[in-house]
């Protein structure tokens, strides 16, 4: 946010994604990689791998594994050419208009948590193939009925709000008597958090009430429920799913809320993690195996 105007033109110039969508629009692409390296340095940059370089191009260290190499671990190490990144990013980046007969833009800037529910759906019955001899990817549709099998559904926002009327409500209202640290103070977990959206639903009351007590208008502006709103995100949201896919969309829902440029993000690794709510297992255990004692009774243990 403090870079000069030089560095700023440089960065778009010659490393934003709007240059990749742009290009993607007009050109085709060659054999080269430039365009994939160009985009994997900055990825690192953002990561912070490259001990603050990012400077040279404006960009801040976020810390988050939403830009490490560990998100990418598969293909880290491989070349795209600059045809086949492009097509990537004009499929990503273009929708087709049926009615008008021409091609949109998609607009990321305002997809909201439904819109990324609807898309969570969609990848749960896709499974990426790798074939290391032959150098190809795909993306492959499950067969039978996996979501139904894992309980991974979209909760509408409907029945979020009605959850949120008889549970979150009353607990916030009594916090507010007690002003900014208990509300700071409440934990909202969802144990089966998808995508994230009862979460980011839940954080933004939680953010209007306390942009409320700090500004103490009923209608705060923006900027104070912004702020808020990132305040609540990094203490009192948790998540946890067992779709490892899952983790990664809620993240990017909670990072998109939450975004504040030149804050790091990597409070979310932390409080958003891969694992079996149900069985209270992380996947790393359950491929250790279950430990005897978790089949110890306790007092109060029904031992039928």
């Avoid at 690794?269 to 069985?279: A, E, K, P, Y």
Wanted: proline residues 5%; aromatic residues 6%; hydrophobic residues 40%.
């Amino acid at each position: 946010p403090d870079a000069d105007d030089t560095t700023r033109n440089t960065y778009l110039e010659y490393y934003s994604a709007g240059r990749l969508r742009r290009m993607a629009e007009t050109f085709k692409g060659t054999k080269h990689a430039d365009l994939f390296e160009a985009l994997r340095l900055v990825m690192r940059l953002l990561s912070g791998e490259n001990n603050g370089a990012g400077a040279r191009l404006g960009l801040v260290s976020l810390g988050s594994f939403l830009f490490s190499d560990r998100a990418v671990s598969d293909i880290i190490d491989c070349q795209i050419s600059n045809q086949h990144l492009l097509t990537a990013i004009r499929a990503l980046s273009l929708t087709y208009d049926d009615k008008a007969k021409v091609y949109r833009s998609v607009d990321y800037k305002n997809l909201g948590p439904e819109e990324l529910g609807s898309v969570y759906e969609s990848l749960l019955e896709l499974h990426p193939q790798i074939n290391v001899p032959a150098r190809r990817f795909s993306l492959a549709t499950a067969g039978g009925n996996e979501r139904k099998t894992t309980g991974s559904y979209y909760t509408p926002t409907s029945l979020i709000n009605v959850l949120l009327d008889s549970t979150l409500d009353p607990v916030l209202e009594e916090a507010m008597k007690h002003g900014e640290d208990a509300i700071l103070d409440l934990k909202i977990c969802d144990p089966a958090c998808g995508s994230g959206h009862f979460l980011i639903a839940a954080a933004n009351r939680m953010a209007k009430a306390l942009a409320f007590i700090r500004t103490g208008e009923e209608e705060p502006p923006p900027s104070a429920i912004q702020k808020a709103k990132r305040d609540v995100i990094s203490h009192c949201i948790y998540g946890v799913d067992i779709n490892p896919m899952a983790v990664e969309l809620c993240k990017v829902n909670l990072w998109m809320e939450s975004m504040d440029p030149g804050k790091p993000l990597s409070f979310l690794d932390h409080r958003i993690q891969v694992g079996n709510s149900l069985l209270g297992t992380t996947p790393k255990l359950m491929a250790e195996g279950i430990p005897d004692d978790a089949f110890k009774p306790i007092e109060g243990d029904d031992k039928k």
